[in-house]
């Protein structure tokens, strides 16, 4: 069996070395750093997440992706996620196409509903629209990864007749996952559409989710499609030690989870908490280089996964930081996992 690791960003406003946060504009620059090292360190793929916030100020990945992409030969490069909902399918493929054109056929794009929930208002849309919104556009963007013309009728958009989208893509579709949170619906909308299935797992024991992989491989026998990857999207970090890693961690992930808990609904984080999750059945992969390819490893079996992707960065962590998070997941993590699931 195949598997495939990657790391993905939102574009956490990182600090420098007095703490102070920096610039969005150097954010934006490290995250390109960031991505070309990914490759030097041997990770598979890298991901950027769609967010519109002063912590998260990252509302355009595909052009640090661009960027990324220039500079890098083999690694593949995709959004984590973007929030199809809120934008234009057509838009969407047509960046994300031109982006596998720059990359030489490395581009994916995980889609999503928009679990953060910013880019509603921004871009004028309605949250009592949420659920039909992803509905047909996600319909549509699965039409348009078929090639060739596109004829196509909704309510969220307007309608297309016979119309060309181009850039055309070189070797067939790019690949493409719905990224899921907990919702069965999505599950079977994923496997319906013919999209692989990322589930994007932030607290609680990843092993409730086994239920929703078994649901996805149910419902494409049913819609008769072939068999398709699930993966694996999870908040951590990596340092030299146990130790380090949570001390490193820790005081970000309490705060940047105390300023969304309202909007998302989250429990603010106590260091009990902190220690139900860092822990071997928790969703947050801290720690050590072992202590993190052991739970990666052990995640990926008991959801029958081949893909993991470790969401790196909290705001405030500095680049160097992330750099060695980088550096220790790509040499040591990576090869240990795939030697525990030999």
């Known amino acids: 069996m195949t598997y495939t690791f990657g790391l993905d960003t939102f574009g956490d406003r990182n600090a420098g070395a007095d703490g102070r946060p920096l610039s969005h504009a150097q954010t934006i620059r490290n995250v390109v750093e960031e991505g070309v090292f990914a490759e030097q ?27 990324i992409a220039a500079r890098t030969e083999r690694i593949r490069l995709g959004s984590a ?30 889609l999503g509903r928009g679990s953060s929930i910013e880019s509603f208002p921004l871009f004028g849309y309605d949250l009592a629209d949420y659920e039909e919104l992803f509905e047909e556009k996600a319909a549509l963007f699965a039409e348009l990864l078929k090639g060739g013309p596109v004829t196509w009728d909704g309510k ?15 070797s067939g579709p790019f690949p493409a996952w719905i990224g899921v949170g907990g919702s069965p619906q ?8 013919g999209f692989s299935l990322m589930l994007a797992i932030i607290g609680g024991p990843p092993a409730r989710f086994a239920a929703y992989s078994e649901l996805f491989q149910r419902a494409l026998e049913k819609f008769g499609r072939p068999p398709l990857p699930v993966g694996v999207h999870s908040p951590g970090h990596v340092a030299a030690t146990d130790e380090q890693a949570r001390a490193e961690f820790w005081p970000r992930w309490r705060d940047i989870i105390a300023l969304v808990a309202d909007e998302r609904g989250f429990a603010i984080p106590t260091e009990e908490s902190l220690d139900r999750e860092t822990g071997p059945h928790g969703a947050l992969y801290v720690g ?10 052990t995640s990926l079996r008991t959801l ?15 680049h160097e930081q992330l750099l060695t998070n980088i550096e220790l997941y790509g040499h040591q993590v990576i090869p240990r996992v795939r030697e525990l699931l030999s």
């Open 288 to 297: 050590s280089p072992e202590t993190v390819a052991q739970k990666i490893a």
């Open 41 to 67: 360190a041997g990770v598979d793929f890298f991901g950027i997440g769609e967010h519109h916030t002063d912590y998260f100020p990252m509302p355009a990945g595909d052009v640090a992706l661009a960027a």
């Open 156 to 170: 969220t958009r307007a309608s297309l007749l016979n119309q060309d989208v181009v850039p055309h893509t070189e």
């Open 304 to 318: 029958g996964a081949t893909r993991f992707d470790l969401k790196y960065g909290m705001p405030g962590l500095t």
């Open 186 to 193: 999505s599950v079977v909308r994923a496997a319906r559409l």
């Open 81 to 110: 996620v973007t929030v199809l909902s809120s934008d234009d399918p057509v838009r969407v493929f047509q960046r994300y196409s031109t982006l596998n054109a720059v990359s030489g056929g490395r581009a994916e794009v995980i």
